[in-house]
Nanobody, 127 residues
Framework: QVQLVESGGGSVQAGGSLRLSCAAS????????MAWFRQSLGKEREGVAG???????NYADSVEGRFTISRDYAKNTVYLQMNSLKFEDTAMYYC?????????????????????WGQGTQVTVSS
């Protein structure tokens, strides 16, 4: 069983930056398909950034050019670098792992593709 633990959230002013980390433990052989999601009050959980088994990366339109997803296999960690933060980026951010991941799998941002989830880390951006 894989456990995912997010960290790095906090409060920041608009225009600032934060880097989220997602540390994976347990069976970490399959860290190829990973993604970050977020959920704000009253809204559905939405995909923010994902890495596919084919190495491709996908971003939500709302964060394209501002957020960067990356991973470090040696550290079993996935990162989300968030720059030029906006008030509307305020949300609980979750790391997720896709179990059904193959070398041809694309970078999905659909919640139903992901099986393992972290507990979340809160990001609050003040305007």
């Amino acid at each position: 069983q894989v456990q995912l633990v997010e960290s790095g959230g906090g409060s920041v002013q608009a225009g600032g930056s934060l880097r989220l980390s997602c540390a994976a433990s347990g069976d970490t052989n399959a860290m190829r398909c990973m993604a970050w999601f977020r959920q704000s009050l009253g809204k559905e959980r939405e995909g923010v950034a994902g890495i596919g088994g084919n190495g491709r990366i996908n971003y939500a339109d709302s964060v394209e050019g501002r957020f960067t997803i990356s991973r470090d296999y040696a550290k079993n960690t996935v990162y989300l670098q968030m720059n030029s933060l906006k008030f509307e980026d305020t949300a609980m951010y979750y790391c997720a792992r896709r179990v059904s991941c193959w070398s041809w799998s694309g970078p999905s941002l659909a919640t139903y593709d992901y099986t393992n989830w972290g507990q979340g880390t809160q990001v609050t951006v003040s305007s």
